[in-house]
């Protein structure tokens, strides 16, 4: 007779331990009594963390052009989706197996098999698996703008399952998993610098350089236009709900309710605190007096970005040096897509990928045992310890995951790319016209239907001075034979057009 699925699930035939022993024989509750303050506080790190992702939407959805932005909501939806099921497919056990190598895991916890009730540190394994899993989406979210305004849907969605499978899962066997490699070295990376930073910048500069540049970036006959977000108050609400988030992601890190998780959310809050006065000094400065809210919320995802490999290693001043040389040193990038000529112009190579790495570095340098210390437990060093080989092992960590994640992602781009039906590149008109309009059904972003209305009626084209449509982002100049009736006469046929739809 063949076994029932729960008995395959829960397998407890050879070692009770490999799912935390069968419920239907004794209490598996009896385990966490003792330690039942740590699951609650996992249990609410876990739900902190799930606002960053529809958070990175709104804020890409905010940064690009009106007409392409409706498309960057969905992918945040279809990343939840997608990545939630190649977690629990078989994501999780290729990074967390217990049986892995240094490199990759195995499928011993495929489809989540014996993910039942053993104890990871203080948590029962699902909760853990659960926690996990939000990194995921997170790093996958935030490399799929990579490619914003010009990628086709599906494919995307399909680049993310593998992607996620080949790249992101084997770097986090590298990095958390105790047989990895990176971890044994010992690389110190306290809530992901690299395998959600570092591999998601890194990831997404790729993404751009496959799919090539923008039509209007990609005609040297044409002049390049200045962009400028079309949605402040979106990149705004975007960037509060990633602060809110961060203090899951980091502060759930050390997978228990200890003072060290206390030092942790103060270390985040305080990065990004300074990220935040790092880049709007710089901005003071370059726009001669004026300021930006897009890049002071620009300048907290750095400083959030930088902290994280860190923040269960500094002390705090250390915490708020770092969020300011993170967000400076990312602000001093700004013109990184001219020198690479590549058209990336999410700009998250330059947020996540450097801002990664330098907090990946100054993590080497500042480490400090007491801080590690603080849940009873954990030794770390760094520079001020006189731990001076820690650097080096940072910078390896560094160029691996920066090295592997170029090819692979360029590799994988290529390979399905060459699928029939799979082809990433939007035809030009559609790119032209925005992706709103062909990839989704009849929704745009704000008054996208006005704005038509008013572009078929030619209104957005006169007027007799430079003019912005709105839609393209292009500023375009208005033939100067339009006249005050002329003008009126079209805004006319505008009116009677929305009227009559």
């Known amino acids: 007779m063949a076994e029932l699925p729960s008995a395959v699930f829960n397998d407890t035939s050879v070692d009770w331990t490999s799912a935390g022993g069968d419920s239907r024989d004794m209490d598996v509750n009896v385990a966490y009594v003792a330690s039942g303050f740590h699951q609650v506080w996992m249990m609410a790190a876990t739900v902190f963390v799930f606002p960053i992702i529809p958070g990175l939407g709104l804020f890409y959805a905010g940064l690009c052009r009106r007409k392409s932005a409706t498309t960057l909501l969905w992918q945040s939806m279809g990343v939840l989706g997608v990545i939630s099921f190649q977690w629990f497919f078989w994501g999780y056990s290729l990074a967390y197996a217990a049986n892995a190598n240094s490199f990759i895991g195995t499928l011993t916890n495929f489809g989540m098999k014996n993910v039942v009730s053993v104890a990871i540190g203080y948590l029962p394994e699902p909760l853990f698996a659960l926690y996990q899993c939000m990194f995921a989406m997170c790093t996958v979210m935030i490399m799929i703008g990579g490619a914003f305004e010009r990628a086709r849907l599906l494919p995307s969605m399909v680049f993310a399952f593998c992607w996620a499978t080949i790249v992101y899962s084997p770097i986090?066997?590298?990095?958390?998993?105790?047989?990895?490699?990176?971890?044994?070295?010992?690389?110190?990376?306290?809530?992901?610098?690299?395998?959600?930073?570092?591999?998601?910048?890194?990831?997404?500069?790729?993404?751009?350089?496959?799919?090539?540049?923008?039509?209007?970036?990609?005609?040297?006959?044409?002049?390049?236009?200045?962009?400028?977000?079309?949605?402040?108050?979106?990149?705004?609400?975007?960037?509060?709900?990633?602060?809110?988030?961060?203090?899951?992601?980091?502060?759930?890190?050390?997978?228990?309710?200890?003072?060290?998780?206390?030092?942790?959310?103060?270390?985040?809050?305080?990065?990004?605190?300074?990220?935040?006065?790092?880049?709007?000094?710089?901005?003071?400065?370059?726009?001669?007096?004026?300021?930006?809210?897009v890049g002071a919320c620009q300048g907290c995802v750095a400083g959030l970005v930088a902290i994280t490999p860190a923040a269960g290693f500094v002390p705090v001043y250390f915490a708020a040096l770092i969020g300011f040389l993170g967000a400076v040193g990312v602000r001093l990038c700004e013109d990184i897509n001219h020198w690479l000529r590549v058209d990336e112009g999410m700009e998250v190579f330059k947020l996540h990928a450097i801002g990664g790495i330098i907090g990946a570095l100054l993590t080497g340098l500042f480490a400090a045992d007491w801080v590690s210390l603080l849940d009873g437990a954990t030794e770390a060093k760094g520079w001020v310890d006189h731990n001076y080989i820690q650097l080096g092992y940072q910078l390896a960590e560094v160029c691996a995951i920066v090295s592997y994640t170029f090819v692979v992602t360029v590799i994988l781009l290529l390979i399905i790319d060459h699928i029939p039906g799979l082809k990433f590149r939007v035809p030009e008109h559609q790119e032209i016209e925005g992706l709103d309009k062909h990839l989704l059904f009849e929704e745009g972003m704000g008054d996208y239907e006005l704005a038509e209305a008013l572009r078929a009626a030619g209104y957005l084209n006169s007027g007799g001075m430079l003019v912005n449509d709105g839609i393209t982002g292009i500023e375009l100049p208005a033939p100067s034979t339009s006249s005050a009736e002329e003008s009126k006469e079209k805004a006319a046929e505008a009116s009677g057009k929305i009227a009559s739809d």
């Open 172 to 293: 986090v066997c590298w990095t958390w998993n105790a047989q990895g490699w990176l971890f044994n070295l010992p690389a110190l990376d306290f809530a992901g610098g690299g395998p959600v930073h570092i591999s998601s910048g890194t990831g997404a500069l790729a993404y751009a350089l496959v799919i090539g540049k923008r039509l209007e970036h990609n005609d040297p006959k044409r002049r390049v236009p200045k962009y400028v977000p079309h949605n402040p108050t979106l990149i705004f609400i975007g960037t509060w709900m990633i602060w809110f988030g961060w203090f899951g992601f980091n502060g759930g890190s050390t997978l228990n309710a200890s003072v060290r998780t206390s030092y942790v959310l103060q270390n985040t809050n305080l990065a990004a605190a300074t990220g935040v006065m790092g880049w709007s000094a710089l901005d003071y400065l370059f726009y001669k007096g004026r300021f930006s809210v």
